[in-house]
């Protein structure tokens, strides 16, 4: 369970509006280092850490890691975005398809989420 105190609602919505804006293309400070998706923005406990002070256990994204994933350098890049197990990791190839599927993947969670908090008000 993550130990993060931020809100997971507000933090999908934050890296969602990130993404649509660009937010993983080359950055103009660092032109030839690409940019990680999820670590590379302040969902990340570890956002802008030079090295990683927290444990990925600490995050809330985490949640959404297989079991057997949740033990990888970077666990929230095995988060499967869609039915057919497309991963972060799996479509760092293809970045116009990754940001796609990591947008398309965001707002079904904020929708889950929304929903939920929806239902627990009743």
């Given at each position: 369970?993550?130990?993060d105190?931020?809100d997971?609602l507000?933090?999908?919505?934050?890296?969602?509006?990130?993404?649509?804006?660009?937010?993983?293309?080359?950055?103009?400070?660092?032109?030839?280092?690409?940019?990680?998706?999820?670590?590379?923005?302040?969902?990340?406990?570890?956002?802008?850490l030079p090295?990683?002070?927290h444990?990925?256990?600490?995050?809330h994204?985490?949640?959404f890691v297989?079991?057997?994933?949740?033990?990888?350098e970077?666990?929230?890049h095995?988060?499967?975005?869609?039915?057919?197990?497309?991963?972060?990791?799996?479509?760092?190839?293809?970045?116009?398809?990754?940001?796609?599927?990591?947008?398309?993947?965001?707002?079904a969670?904020?929708?889950?989420?929304?929903?939920?908090?929806?239902?627990?008000?009743?």
């Amino acid at each position: 369970m993550a130990k993060d105190e931020r809100d997971i609602l507000e933090l999908l919505k934050s890296e969602l509006d990130f993404i649509e804006k660009g937010g993983y293309g080359r950055s103009v400070r660092t032109p030839w280092k690409a940019t990680s998706p999820f670590r590379d923005s302040l969902s990340c406990v570890n956002y802008a850490l030079p090295e990683k002070a927290h444990p990925c256990s600490d995050c809330h994204l985490i949640d959404f890691v297989p079991d057997d994933k949740r033990s990888e350098e970077l666990p929230c890049h095995a988060i499967p975005l869609n039915a057919a197990g497309d991963t972060v990791e799996s479509l760092e190839n293809n970045q116009a398809k990754l940001e796609e599927s990591l947008k398309e993947w965001m707002r079904a969670k904020i929708k889950e989420l929304e929903t939920a908090r929806s239902a627990e008000k009743l």
